[in-house]
């Protein structure tokens, strides 16, 4: 029997039964258009196969649709109604027998995934997109590739470049584990409730190689946060408290690592930030 996706009626009497409202401190916006998830699973390229791991399913849109294409799917929901009757909404649209795996618990908390998914495909809450991405990312180095759907403002950061207005902390971090594209708009009369803000479609392509070790990762982001909590500063002023104190010490660490002290964080690449934190002081 074929999977079959949720309407918006139904979508909507669930939400009815279950007693649930879509909440903003959860982030919660439910698509309830057949035609967007199984466009969102189409540019992630989900093949028959594949394990696919899902923030925040909600009451199953896009899980149905990632199911319809054949793959497997372990869901993190942090909605404990939603989470115990997603096996159930499953099953009624023909979904085989062990292909859902659903995990109730806070996505930001998950630290281990049965099946080692290689693909992230999800509508992430607004509120903890970032934060998310970030924690899988670094948590689950087997996920080589996904598509997420977020609020425009995030996925303009999460794929910008050095030089632009919307390059800051979200962009380098993200840099550090591949590469990111805009994926495409969402209209914003596919969501119930309607959100006031714009949503897109951001990819991802982890590298083939690990930049770099967990320690480095950890010192090249402290730099990062500490370029852009004073992105108009020149780094030798914005990096001074950690990189000896004053703005000569971090002047001469700069040019050590081939970085020009007068340049702000914005100018900078992810390798550039790696560079500087490979010539910090006992590394």
Do not use: C
Request: charge should be neutral.
């Amino acid at each position: 029997m074929p999977v079959t996706l949720l309407g918006a009626a139904e979508i909507r009497a669930l939400a009815a039964e279950l007693d649930v409202t879509p909440t903003k401190k959860l982030g919660q916006n439910f698509v309830v258009d057949a035609n967007t998830v199984r466009r969102i699973v189409q540019v992630a390229g989900v093949e028959p196969g594949d394990r696919v791991v899902e923030v925040g399913p909600g009451l199953g849109s896009l899980t149905l649709a990632i199911l319809e294409a054949e793959a497997s799917v372990t869901a993190i929901e942090i909605d404990h109604r939603l989470a115990a009757r997603l096996p159930e909404t499953a099953a009624a649209h023909g979904v085989r027998a062990g292909a859902l795996t659903v995990v109730d618990a806070d996505a930001l908390r998950v630290t281990a995934l049965a099946g080692d998914p290689a693909v992230l495909v999800a509508n992430l809450p607004y509120n903890v997109s970032v934060p998310v991405l970030l924690h899988f990312l670094e948590t689950f180095p087997r996920l080589r590739r996904g598509v997420v759907m977020v609020q425009a403002e995030v996925g303009e950061r999460l794929a910008a470049r050095p030089g632009s207005k919307t390059y800051g902390a979200p962009s380098a971090k993200a840099a550090w584990y591949g590469t990111w594209r805009l994926a495409g708009t969402v209209s914003r009369q596919v969501f119930w409730p309607v959100p006031n803000v714009d949503s897109v479609l951001v990819g991802f392509q982890r590298d083939a190689v690990p930049r770099g070790t967990e320690d480095e990762r950890r010192r090249t982001f402290v730099l990062v946060d500490a370029a852009f909590q004073q992105r108009r500063k020149m780094l030798r002023q914005a990096l001074s408290g950690v990189l000896g104190g004053s703005s000569a010490d971090a002047s001469a660490l700069l040019e050590r690592a081939g970085v020009e002290p007068t340049a702000r964080g914005e100018e900078l690449t992810i390798g550039d930030f790696q560079r500087i934190a490979q010539s910090l002081p006992g590394t």
